[in-house]
């Protein structure tokens, strides 16, 4: 029985890995191949295919979802605490806490699979390797709210990196003109390549804006997805801006001021506590080198003259 579970989990790493590793299929290779076939591409059968591919992944996927919280029924609480945690991340799809939980389950199934075939595979007795089991399963199980932790820190991190840059744009785009959605229209287009995420924010503010919802709670969710507190900040002053009608180009320049400072202030912080954080690795590494190095000759002729 072993066995089996070990040959499935190995089948569906290898499975994972090849859909990793499998060249995407691109409108510009599926015409280059009929270029040199001799046939005529059609643009829009390749689109309508691969609209159907990703309609049938979502819907298994869909599938996988509802059976795993039939499984493990999930409270709305928690389910909107991961939701939210996730949104964070950059994953806004309706799904997303499912499909969470399912790689959370094959993770807690998984990695003690793993380990038992290894020791299995070394001819260890299961009984000699309880704790190897054990640890397995503790890093099935905190693994991904580990990497979830480190995505949500990364996107913050480049988020707080590009709203500098962004800002400083935004006041140039209102001050040569523009209005504040004209303004963020052009902020999106022209941050794509350098700051995709904040561009990729901005971006679906447009789009919000377009659909019909106010500004104000447009920039309420953007607060909300982003979830750090200078946007926060940024999008409470544009409220305030436009609801007492004041100048934004104003207002967004002492921001981009203020965030300046304020990213100063996080640097100089940084570099204080970069003294702090190198003791520890020059205690452990450094010195007891240095030591020997500088005190090992004369430990070594001692024992000679002690002879």
């Not at 820190?153 to 840059?165: E, I, Q, V, Y």
């Not at 001021?257 to 190198?278: D, F, S």
């Amino acid at each position: 029985m072993v066995y089996i579970f070990a040959l499935g989990f190995l089948a569906l790493l290898a499975a994972a890995a090849v859909m990793m590793f499998k060249k995407p299929e691109t409108s510009v290779l599926d015409r280059l191949d009929a270029y040199r076939a001799g046939r005529d591409w059609d643009a829009e059968a390749e689109v309508e295919e691969r609209e159907n591919k990703e309609n049938q992944a979502a819907e298994i996927a869909r599938k996988a979802a509802k059976e795993i919280n039939r499984l493990a029924p999930i409270s709305a609480s928690e389910a909107k605490k991961l939701e939210k945690k996730l949104m964070h991340a950059g994953y806004r799809s309706a799904n997303s806490t499912m499909i969470f939980y399912a790689i959370k389950l094959v993770s807690l199934v998984g990695f003690p699979l793993l380990v038992v075939l290894v020791i299995m595979f070394i001819g260890k007795p299961l009984g000699d390797s309880l704790i190897y089991l054990g640890g397995g399963v503790l890093l099935g199980f905190l693994l991904p709210d580990k990497i979830l932790n480190f995505m949500v820190n990364s996107r913050h991190t480049r988020l707080r990196k590009g709203l500098a840059d962004a800002l400083d744009l935004l006041v140039v785009s209102v001050e040569a003109g523009l209005g504040l959605n004209a303004a963020l229209t052009r902020v999106s287009e022209e941050m794509k390549t350098v700051h995709p995420d904040i561009a990729d924010e901005f971006g679906l503010v447009n789009t919000e804006i377009r659909m019909g919802r106010q500004r104000e709670e447009a920039l309420r969710n953007l607060a909300d997805r982003c979830g750090i507190d200078d946007l926060r900040s940024l999008c409470a002053m544009l409220i305030q801006t436009d609801r007492f009608g004041t100048s934004i180009a104003r207002a967004i320049r002492v921001y981009a001021e203020a965030l300046r400072t304020k990213r100063r202030q996080r640097a100089e912080q940084a570099a204080q506590r970069a003294a702090v954080k190198m003791l520890f690795p020059l205690a452990v590494f450094l010195f007891p080198t240095l030591f020997i190095v500088l005190l090992g000759p004369a430990a070594l002729q001692m024992v000679e003259n002690l002879k």
